[in-house]
C-alpha cells in the first residue's frame, strides 16, 4: 500500500514569492493534517481535515497560508507571501479516522527555504 | 496549551550501551505515542501507551507511561547504530501535541 506522498520534496524561493505544496493521503483515510516542523523540533498542527472540511485551523496563520482539500482527498498547502521565517519542513500526515482513535501515517514532508 | 519537554535534547553514545529518554509535562494527557524521525522522512510511529503505569516493550525499546499520565520514558538496551534518529514524544487529547524531540547518534 502506498504510503502518504507529497511534493515537492525541496522548494527554494525568494521572499515574498508564493508556495504551494500537495499532498495525497493513504487510500481510503478521511482524516487529512498539515504540520509545520522547524530544524530539530517537534511537528506543530497547522490544520485538519474531516474529509473536505477543516474542523482545525487554529494554528494556520491564514494572513498567509491557506490550504484547501477539494473532494476530500488531495490537500494543498499555500502560503502568500512567504517569509524568512518560513523556512521549514511542512509535514502532511493522514489517519482512517482521525485523532486519538487511529494512527497517523506521515509523508516524508516537503523542506522549503526561502531566501 | 500543553507542553512536552523531552530529555536531553541530544545524546551521543557508544554502541552497544543503554539510555533513557524522557518526555514530561505539568499536563494530563488520554494517551502518549513514540515516534523516531530519520533525515528526509516523516517521524514513524513505534508505540502507543494509553494507561498509567502502562509499560510496553518493542525489541529492545522499553516505553513507560507515568502513573499520573504526564510523562513517559523510552529505554533503549544495547544500543545500535540502526537505532539514530530524532525521538519524539506526543501526547494524545483534543489533538496531538508534539514534544520537543531528542535526537539520539549511536556512534559504532
Known amino acids: 500500500e502506498a504510503g502518504v506522498v507529497q511534493s515537492p520534496r525541496y522548494k527554494i524561493i525568494e521572499k515574498k514569492q508564493p508556495v504551494a505544496f500537495w499532498c495525497n493521503p493513504i487510500s481510503g483515510h478521511n482524516t487529512l493534517y498539515w504540520y509545520l516542523q522547524n530544524l530539530g523540533q517537534g511537528p506543530e498542527l497547522l490544520i485538519r481535515?474531516?474529509?473536505?472540511?477543516?474542523?482545525?485551523d487554529s494554528q494556520l496563520p491564514k494572513d498567509r497560508f491557506s490550504a484547501e482539500r477539494l473532494k476530500g482527498v488531495d490537500s494543498t498547502l499555500k502560503i502568500q507571501p512567504a517569509e524568512l521565517g518560513d523556512s521549514a519542513v511542512y509535514l502532511c500526515a493522514s489517519s482512517h479516522r482521525g485523532w486519538p482513535q487511529e494512527t497517523q501515517y506521515f509523508g516524508p514532508g516537503t523542506r522549503l527555504l526561502v531566501l | 496549551t500543553q507542553l512536552l519537554e523531552q530529555s536531553p535534547q541530544f545524546l551521543s553514545i557508544q554502541e552497544g550501551e543503554n539510555l533513557t529518554v524522557y518526555c514530561n509535562s505539568s499536563s494530563v494527557f488520554s494517551s502518549l505515542q513514540w515516534y523516531r524521525q530519520e533525515p528526509g522522512e516523516g517521524p514513524v510511529l513505534l508505540v502507543t501507551v494509553v494507561t498509567g503505569g502502562e509499560v510496553k516493550k518493542l525489541k529492545r525499546l522499553t516505553f513507560q507511561f507515568g502513573d499520573a499520565r504526564k510523562d513517559s520514558s523510552l529505554h533503549i538496551t544495547a544500543a545500535q547504530p540502526g537505532d539514530t534518529g530524532l525521538y519524539l514524544c506526543a501526547g494524545g487529547g483534543e489533538k496531538l501535541t508534539f514534544g520537543t524531540g531528542t535526537r539520539l547518534t549511536i556512534i559504532p
Open positions: 481535515y474531516e474529509n473536505e472540511e477543516a474542523v482545525d
